[in-house]
């Protein structure tokens, strides 16, 4: 009986490190996956942040062209103001010319009375 109960309990032992030792090579495994997955992780965050940093360089550099164009565009549109505001004043003391010559040649010119 002594046989039987200490066979009983090696196999209870035996069975017992195996279990263990399966236990053990599913922790390892996990924490292989895990720390693969983490690696994974941060290889994704890395290369969406570099991904990331190159849209935001081309959208500032097209913002700069877009904004330079704009002033281009501002000053070329001040610049026909400015000159439209000087072809008219230049008109205007034109006619003021004119007109002040056909005065002075009305008053010269002796009025005929019918």
Same mark, same amino acid.
């Given at each position: 009986?002594?046989?039987?109960?200490?066979?009983?309990?090696?196999?209870?032992?035996?069975?017992?490190?195996?279990?263990?030792?399966?236990?053990?090579?599913? =922790?390892?495994? *996990?924490?292989?996956?895990?720390?693969? @997955?983490?690696? $994974?992780? +941060? #290889?994704?965050?890395?290369?969406?942040?570099?991904?990331?940093?190159?849209? =935001?360089?081309? *959208?500032?550099?097209?913002?700069?062209? @877009?904004?330079? $164009?704009? +002033? #281009?565009?501002?000053?070329?549109?001040?610049?026909?103001?400015?000159?439209?505001?000087?072809?008219?004043?230049?008109?205007?003391?034109? @006619?003021?010319?004119?007109?002040?010559?056909?005065?002075?040649?009305?008053?010269?010119?002796?009025?005929?009375?019918?």
């Amino acid at each position: 009986m002594a046989d039987l109960f200490q066979d009983q309990s090696q196999d209870q032992f035996f069975e017992v490190q195996q279990e263990n030792r399966h236990l053990k090579e599913t =922790i390892i495994s *996990l924490r292989r996956e895990l720390e693969s @997955l983490a690696f $994974e992780k +941060e #290889q994704s965050v890395r290369d969406t942040h570099a991904s990331m940093v190159g849209e =935001i360089s081309h *959208l500032k550099k097209t913002i700069t062209a @877009l904004r330079d $164009e704009l +002033e #281009q565009q501002k000053m070329a549109y001040e610049g026909k103001i400015y000159q439209g505001k000087q072809d008219n004043r230049d008109e205007k003391n034109q @006619l003021k010319a004119i007109i002040q010559a056909l005065r002075t040649k009305l008053e010269k010119t002796p009025s005929r009375q019918i």
